[in-house]
C-alpha cells in the first residue's frame, strides 16, 4: 500500500505539473510557428468578405456531408460518439473540475456521476469501434498511420483507467488511480507533438479555408 500511495503521490505531484508545463508551453510554441508563418499577400480584388464565410465553414464542417454518412457511418458515429464521451468525462465530472479550480483558479457545474459514468461508457466503446473500423476496413487500413494508433491509445487509456478507478475494479486503489492520473499526463506530454494539435489547428484551419472562399466569392 505504501507503494502505491507514493506512486499516486508522484503522479499527482511532480508528473503533473512537470506534464502541464510541457502541454502549455508545447501548444503555445505550436501555435506560434503556424501564426508566424503568414500568408502572402493576395492583390486580386476581393469578391465578398472573409469573416463571416470563415465562421459558416467552422459550423458546416463540424457537422458530417450526407455523402460521408453514407459511405462512412461506423466512422462518423463512432467519431462522434468518443468526443462526446471524452469531453464529458473530462470537462464536466466534479473531480476533475475541482482539480482545474486548483490548478488554474476557476471551475463550472458538472454532471452527476452516473451520467458521466455512462458518457465514459460511450466514449470507450466509441472508440473501439473506431478502431475496429480502421483495422477491417481495407481503405482504413492502407490510410492509418503508426502516429494514428499511438493517439488513438493516448485516448483511449485514460477513460479505460478511469473507468477502473471511478468503480475500484483494480486493486489497490491508490495505484489505478495513479495510473489513470499517469495515463492522462502522458497525453498531455505527446499532446503538442502529435496529431492530437488539431484539437486547437482545427477550427483556425476551418476558418482559413472558409474565408479564402469567401473572398472569391465562392462556396466552402
Known sequence: MNESMDFLLWARGTAFDVAVAIFVIGVIIRLFEIVSLGRANNLAEPKGSEFGPGMKTIVTRTLPEAGVFKRQPLTVIGGYVFHFGLLISLFLFIPHIEL????????????????????AVLGIVGLLAVLWHRLTNPVMKILTEKEDYLVWLLTFLPLLTGYLAYHRLVNPYPFILGLHILSVELLLVLFPFTKLMHT????????????MNGRRGVES
Do not use: E
Open 100 to 119: 482545474f479550480a486548483a490548478t488554474f483558479g476557476f471551475s463550472w457545474p458538472g454532471l452527476p456521476n452516473p451520467i458521466v459514468d455512462a458518457a
Open 200 to 211: 486547437f489547428t482545427l477550427f483556425l484551419a476551418r476558418w482559413y479555408n472558409g474565408a
